[in-house]
């Protein structure tokens, strides 16, 4: 049996970022080094760049999201980038949305150790909860799938006019180009690529944005809304 890889301590950059709740962060960090590996959440090989490569890296994203608004972390997997990101902007309403029950115990495990209020958890695929939660201005996801597929998942979530963020790597660009088609059928009207955390992660995280019209997810999902939106007052009123 191989020996665990050790968490390096925390970089300089994670005290100024989390501020406040650097002691949650680092909290986070540990189970994820510990429970995360065991559960088989995260692989072992990762420990040691947990800080770079995982925490820092998603906290930046907080750069672009609006103040004060709802947030949809899609395939949440150990919380990544939704604790994060909650852990910096305790002024977003932010649902980790995750199918599989092993995940979803460690995410509302977390969630309750660090008191973060302000985060939900619900476990369900994307397609399932569409008329369950309220739609959000703000879809993330990180390394869940390729960007045409992840969009048909993410952006039916959205309210009219909302945006989804993408956490994506090297091959950003090429995803986006492949993905235009896709993307302007579920109603996308702009696109971008943004690079954050500068001075704080190296490289800067790369991040696409995709920005949604008055009918997210195109003319079905619209149907789609209307008709669990009918349901859903039908059932209030029994």
């Known amino acids: 049996m191989t020996e665990a890889a050790e968490l390096p301590p925390a970089p300089e950059q994670a005290r100024e970022v989390f501020g406040e709740r650097f002691a949650d962060a680092v909290r986070y960090a540990e189970l994820l080094a510990e429970a995360g590996v065991q559960r088989g959440l995260i692989g072992p090989r990762e420990v040691p760049r947990l800080w770079e490569r995982h925490l820092l890296n998603c906290?930046?994203?907080?750069?672009?999201?609006?103040?004060?608004?709802?947030?949809c972390d899609v395939g949440s997997g150990a919380g990544l980038p939704g604790i994060p990101l909650a852990l910096v902007r305790e002024d977003l309403k932010i649902t980790l949305l995750e199918p599989l029950l092993r995940r979803t115990n460690f995410l509302t495990e977390v969630v309750e150790l660090l008191g973060l209020d302000h985060v939900t958890v619900v476990r369900g695929r994307a397609e399932e909860v569409m008329g369950k939660i309220q739609p959000v201005h703000v879809v993330t996801a990180r390394a869940v799938a390729p960007l045409d597929r992840l969009a048909t998942w993410g952006i039916p979530l959205l309210r009219p006019y909302g945006e989804m963020l993408?956490?994506?790597?090297?091959?950003?660009?090429?995803?986006?180009k492949s993905a235009s088609a896709a993307l302007s059928k579920l109603g996308a009207v702009e696109t971008s690529i943004l690079h954050v955390g500068e001075g704080v992660v190296d490289p800067m995280s790369t991040v696409v944005r995709v920005e949604v019209g008055e009918s997210p997810g195109g003319v079905r999902f619209a149907a789609k809304r209307a008709k669990a939106a009918r349901t859903g007052r039908a059932r209030r009123r029994r």
């Open 59 to 71: 906290a930046v994203l907080s750069e672009v999201v609006p103040q004060g608004v709802t947030v």
């Open 166 to 176: 993408a956490l994506k790597g090297d091959a950003a660009e090429e995803e986006l």
